[in-house]
């Protein structure tokens, strides 16, 4: 990925970062739908994207001139923002990557997007609850069944089903990381079949099992506590 990118394409298919980064869009605009639902973008936003996150991109006529920033092994809340200034961003990063991040990070004001569609209103509740049933989502807003998947994956370029495995992943993978249940407990919390389960959805997601994630974290925390 390149700090600087002037994108001149009608749109960018769905495709997955392995690494937390923020986009800062200096000029354009472009729509962004992904696993933390749909953002309007436009000059001066900020979205801010967690590690393994997929989303695709749909640009306006006039493309779009977005600033980079890598933010490897940095926690964020994924989501978008605004910027008062991005330029300044811009100039202070010609200079200092570091100085333009802690500029970028300081001045962000974080906001809510309010949804287009019904896609946006399944996308958000699936965030909210990766066990929630399709079937009666559908039902309770009466839509059918082939409706919700052919109308979701016309916006988001994946189907709900899937959408929901990525959730439900993502939310596993923040409590191996950042708690010290049991594996075994955060399966059975997120509505996994079984801990295999569980773990095939992790590693599907990231490459790497749930063993190995919480020992990564778990080797951050005595690191910490040694710095301590």
């Known amino acids: 990925m390149r700090m600087w990118q002037s994108i001149r394409a009608s ?3 769905r495709h997955l970062h392995e690494e937390a980064y923020a986009a800062l869009v200096l000029s354009g605009g472009y729509e962004e739908a992904g696993d933390h639902g749909r953002f309007l973008v436009k ?3 900020v ?3 967690e590690q393994f996150e997929a989303h695709l991109d749909r640009f306006s006529e006039t493309g779009a001139v977005v600033l980079n920033f890598r933010l490897p092994g940095c926690s964020l809340t994924p989501g978008i923002a605004k910027v008062a ?5 811009a100039r202070t990063a010609e200079r200092s990557r570091r100085d333009a991040l802690n500029l970028l990070f300081s001045s962000a004001i974080s906001e809510t997007p309010q949804p287009a569609d019904w896609p946006d209103l399944l996308a958000a509740a699936l965030v909210q609850n990766p066990s929630l049933k399709l079937s009666q989502w559908g039902e309770t807003i009466g839509i059918a069944p082939w409706a919700v998947s052919r109308g979701f994956a016309l916006v988001f370029g994946v189907s709900p089903e899937a959408f929901r495995a990525r959730t439900r992943g993502r ?5 191996i990381k950042n708690t010290d249940a049991p594996l075994a407990s955060i399966a059975a919390e997120l509505g996994f079949s079984d801990q295999s389960h569980m773990t095939r959805s992790v590693k599907q997601l990231t490459g790497i099992g749930p063993q190995a994630w919480r020992s990564v974290a778990n080797g951050f925390k005595t690191r910490r506590n ?3």
Do not use: E, R
């Open 171 to 175: 939310h596993a993978l923040n409590s």
């Open 85 to 89: 200034d991005p330029d300044s961003i």
């Open 11 to 13: 749109a960018l298919g």
């Open 43 to 45: 000059a001066g936003n």
């Open 47 to 49: 979205v801010f994207h």
């Open 226 to 228: 040694i710095d301590v």
